[in-house]
């Protein structure tokens, strides 16, 4: 079967730094998605990686392995609003969308 | 960036009538729109991805007499459920998406369904 594991809930400080994986076991692969997805709200884009290595883009990055079945979403200088949910999404080899369960993320001052 | 909406964003019914919800691409046509319902605190799950001028196609267990989708043109998909239950009480999304299975899915605002 596909899956997609992600961890359910993470809590970090506001400005630190804080990590969120994405594992994942499907039928073929072409691409990875992440989406930042307030409560109530629909999910927005955050980044597309198909080819292995860290793309940056302002405070978030995101990683890929694709040997590993691997990514993570880095957060940087976290502030208040990025309390989310944050959804793992891959394209698999039908070119469908498998999606994570998506990892709360709670931010303290 | 793409811009979907959904209308409505609250519905509220009594159990056994039909709901109409529209999902519309306003600057952009999409190739593809997905419908999807999400539970409280769970993932988005795909009910159904359809192409515009053709039927479209759900996933399993997804009940296609129940989930009525129509995708008239490239800026509109409705979704319609028939003869609600409290059971189909949740929060529907939409989106789109133009060309490649590659590109990121544009989403709607979703709509928030009561089956009293």
């Known amino acids: 079967g596909q899956n997609i594991d992600q961890p359910t809930e993470m809590t970090a400080t506001e400005g630190a730094i804080v990590q969120i994986n994405c594992t994942y076991q499907t039928s073929g692969f072409n691409g990875l998605f992440w989406y930042q997805q307030h409560a109530g709200e629909a999910p927005t884009f955050l980044s597309y990686n198909v080819l292995d290595g860290l793309e940056e883009k302002g405070r978030f990055s995101s990683f890929l392995s694709r040997s590993k079945g691997y990514s993570y979403l880095l957060l940087k200088e976290l502030q208040m609003k990025d309390s989310a949910s944050y959804l793992c999404?891959?394209?698999?080899?039908?070119?469908?969308?498998?999606w994570g369960a998506g990892t709360k993320l709670i931010i303290k001052p | 960036g793409a811009v979907v909406s959904q209308h409505p964003s609250r519905v509220i019914c009594k159990s056994g009538t039909s709901v109409k919800i529209e999902c519309r691409s306003l600057?952009?046509?999409?190739?593809?729109m997905f419908w999807y319902r999400q539970f409280p605190k769970k993932s988005l799950m795909l009910m159904a991805t359809s192409n515009e001028g053709s039927k479209a196609t759900y996933e399993q267990g997804v009940e296609k007499d129940k989930f009525l989708i129509n995708h008239a043109s490239l800026t509109l998909s409705t979704l319609t459920v028939t003869s609600a239950h409290p059971e189909d009480s949740s929060f529907y999304i939409c989106s789109a998406r133009v060309g490649d299975p590659y590109n990121e899915q544009f989403f709607g605002p979703g709509t928030r369904l009561t089956v009293l």
């Open positions: 999404a891959v394209v698999d080899s039908n070119y469908q969308l498998i």
């Open positions: 600057d952009f046509q999409a190739t593809t």
